[in-house]
């Protein structure tokens, strides 16, 4: 089957779909093309994921407006259906990847994942079939990775006996339907003709602009906009550490310097995490391992960023100070372990460095998340006889708590903020001992 087919399959809706990766982007992903009338096969390799979505019930929790919903009606009828079986993608005319794309301690790419899926993809892969990886990768990825990997599994060759491309996701955890729809997507294609058959298929979905492009210019563009956020962050950051050493209170900064026009200072905060920014900068350096070219911003954003939770910790040591107490012998309490409000994301939470430092340093440590299963429990039960509470996501379970009862609940009343989920004021009327990131004492 050759693009012009494929492509009047893909207007019709007859052609038959595979998602290889039910994750946060994977299955949504899935579950819009099946409700749009294209036949969906999901693959993931997780058998007890498997299960629970045919069964119909979502096994992303967090606050995800219409994906629980959209997931038991496109299962219930039939259309989207999961397998952890490849062999199952024998017949499928247009697959698309979205796995994970992390990077290792020392800040290199791991494709394990996509390199096992490209495998088996490539042993079942029907002759005419279109390639599209959705996963964030490194530029030249396409190139140097995909493409040889696919001839080599399938002994097809690219561009004759199968097409590729690659529309990197544009989407966070509590908006994954809405920016599925309204997000624009840079569609890369092996040729021109691959592309523009590619966006057939996303404008079944997508009501933004679709970019057509070629691949090295689709993973440019991805990596290079959540390193321009990340460096964004770490200024942001930079200012509220200077805030805190010379008087000033950062949020208030923020908002006068946005009041300029052209200006968007963004939130500082206890740490970056997530599966996109603490790893796509690196991806987007990655490109340029082999070549003369120095980086200087790139990895200076990381550093500080990286840096946050274990200000926190400091924050956290100078508080107790206050009071008299030694982090050795106090008992701490953290809310929020996700890595984004209303989300049971945990991946590279910045909480999660904060806690392993807090107990190297000898604290006792209590954790509460609403949305991570793990760490269920009333906050107030979760803070009682803690010398200290340390906030470190923005759930709206805490912007409701009765600092009052708070205050109660604790043996010291020390409240260390690190997204402003209070006001400082309101704080200190309670009679906490408040300590904001980005704020002065």
Known sequence: MGLTELKKKLVLKEARLAIIGLGYVGLPVAALLAETGFDVLGVEIRSERVEKINRGICPIEGV??????????????????????????????????????????????????????????GAVLKLGALVIIESTIAPLTMKEVVLPLLEQS?????NVDFYLGNCPERVMPGKLLKNLHVMSRVVGGMTPETAETMLVLYHHIVQADLDPADCITAELVKTAENAYRDVQIAFANEVALICEAVGGDVWRVRE????????????????????????????LAYGVKDQDVSLHIIPAARAVNDSMPLHMVELLKAALAGAGLELNASRIAVLGYAY???????RNSPSEVLVSRLRELGAEVVIQDPWVEEYHG??????KGCDAVVVMVAHNAYRTLDLNLLKAALRTPILVDGRRVFEASIAFAAGLDYWGLGVAR
């Open 64 to 121: 995800e407006p219409g994906l629980a919903d959209l997931l038991k009606k496109v299962i219930d009828s039939h259309k989207l259906r999961a397998t952890a079986d490849y062999t199952d993608l024998k017949d499928r005319d247009v697959v698309l990847i979205d796995v994970e794309t992390p990077v290792d301690k020392q800040n290199m790419p791991r494709y394990e994942a996509l390199r096992a899926s490209l495998k088996s993809l």
């Open 154 to 158: 399938s002994g097809k060759k690219a």
């Open 256 to 283: 006068l310097v946005n009041k300029s026009t052209n200006r968007h200072m963004h939130l500082p905060g206890a740490g970056v995490g997530g599966h996109c920014i603490p790893k796509d900068p690196w991806l």
């Open 340 to 346: 984004l409000e209303e989300s049971d994301d945990t």
């Open 378 to 383: 009333d906050p107030l039960e979760c803070i």
